[in-house]
């Protein structure tokens, strides 16, 4: 088949992948125009299954995309499209587009919102045990303000986060740095940022996606009674940091040892960053924050 065996989700049914359809006049191909949110499963439990559910619906009202299915709907879609695949750990993505008239037009007038439920097995992107890290290049293209599109909304239009990537790549860089349009540390294509700073963990607070990781870290920093601040963060503060990491769902958390040229700390995954990683490791694993896939 080519597809492995693998199922997905599309409007109303589990499919092969390879014969999953969707039309090409879907205004999501034409212009960027839906939403999406990923979660995981870890050891057969969905971490913050509920929390990643209400974003989509958040993102979903942003952008007036009339909600497909119900909030209890997309659970046990959710979970059903998790076991037939049989995963215990998978890198699952929401996508709801705003679907299709009969016209090429930018119009939304008839469009019937679609839901993709894509499942794959856990892409590891860093072997949490790995002794290196990432090094990052500030990308000349800005992170986009809130008032030209809200990167709170998890929308389908990620080329600004592509275009960054691209430099960064061409650069011989891993990652791009974005900034905003003031020039301060934003985020990384698909990661929130931290930076520690004499002692102090530093995330940025505006122009940036409020992460489901970003989060835990928080609840993390403060379990650890880790001083945390969400502020401005310079460049400087990057440059000059002990440490920097990145944060994901689908990655998790990523240590970076290098920032345009600036070695980080010991140029290589510091303390806090192990601590913070072993903890996290343990909150993807444990009962209290994952929902059962498979039935307890
Ligand atoms: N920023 C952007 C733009 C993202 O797409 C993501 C990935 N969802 C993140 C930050 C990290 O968010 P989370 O920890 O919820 O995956």
């Keep these: 088949e080519g597809d492995g065996g693998r199922v997905c989700y599309v409007n109303g049914g589990l499919v092969p992948e390879a014969e999953a359809r969707i039309s090409i006049l879907d205004h999501a191909l034409l212009y960027g ?32 995309i009339p909600t497909p ?11 059903r499209a998790v076991r037939a695949n049989k995963l215990d750990n998978a890198y699952v993505k929401w996508i709801v587009t705003r679907g299709s008239n009969d016209t090429p037009l930018m119009d939304p007038a008839g469009c019937a919102a679609n839901l993709i439920i894509l499942v794959r097995p856990y892409i590891h992107r860093y072997a ?5 890290g990432l090094r990052l290049k500030t990308a000349a293209i800005r992170r986009p303000p809130g008032q030209v599109l809200s990167p709170q909304i998890k929308s389908l239009n990620y080329l600004n986060l592509v275009l960054a990537k691209i430099e960064a790549k061409s650069a011989q860089a891993d990652e791009a740095l974005l900034l905003d349009i003031h020039g301060r540390v934003c985020e990384a294509p698909g990661y929130n940022v931290f930076v520690a700073s004499r002692g102090t963990l530093l995330t940025p607070q505006h122009d940036i996606l409020e992460g489901i990781t970003r989060a835990s870290v928080m609840e993390i920093a403060a379990q650890q009674a880790v001083p945390l601040r969400i502020c401005d963060v310079e460049l400087y503060d990057a440059y000059a940091a002990e440490e920097v990491f990145l944060t994901s769902t689908a990655g998790g958390l990523v240590p970076v040892v290098e920032v345009d040229g600036r070695v980080i700390g010991e140029g290589r995954p510091g303390p806090l960053f ?13 009962p209290d924050w994952g929902t059962a896939v498979h039935g307890e």
């Design 128 to 132: 949490p045990d790995s002794r290196s």
């Design 274 to 286: 192990a601590r913070f990683s072993k903890a996290y490791q343990e909150m993807i694993a444990s």
């Design 33 to 64: 125009d839906g939403v999406f949110d990923t979660v995981i499963a870890w050891d057969g439990r969905l971490f913050r299954l509920d929390d990643h559910i209400d974003r989509l619906f958040r993102s979903m009202a942003a952008v007036a």
């Design 69 to 79: 299915v119900s909030r209890e709907e997309l659970r046990d879609l959710t979970i």
